[in-house]
């Protein structure tokens, strides 16, 4: 399955939809190269829209740390 548009990808209404178009975009622009004005504004907002990603999936996935912290204590039998 092809990477989705920009332009699908709002139309969608996913945010977690358009953000992995934009970096797709991004991504493919800095592996085709592009001016060195542009190269640390353009990395930059990759890892930016990468960390929005990472945040959405584990806020519908849970992470580990979320989990442990959401655990409760078991009795403890001093005994």
Do not use: F
């Amino acid at each position: 399955m092809g990477t989705q548009s920009i332009r699908d990808a709002a139309a969608s209404g996913s945010r977690l939809s358009l953000l992995v178009a934009m970096a797709d975009r991004i991504a493919t622009e800095l592996d085709n190269g592009v001016p060195a004005r542009d190269l640390a504004s353009l990395t930059r907002r990759l890892l930016e829209v990468t960390k929005e990603i990472e945040s959405i999936h584990a806020e519908t996935d849970g992470d580990e740390v979320g989990q442990a912290a959401d655990t409760p204590d078991e009795e403890w039998d001093a005994s």
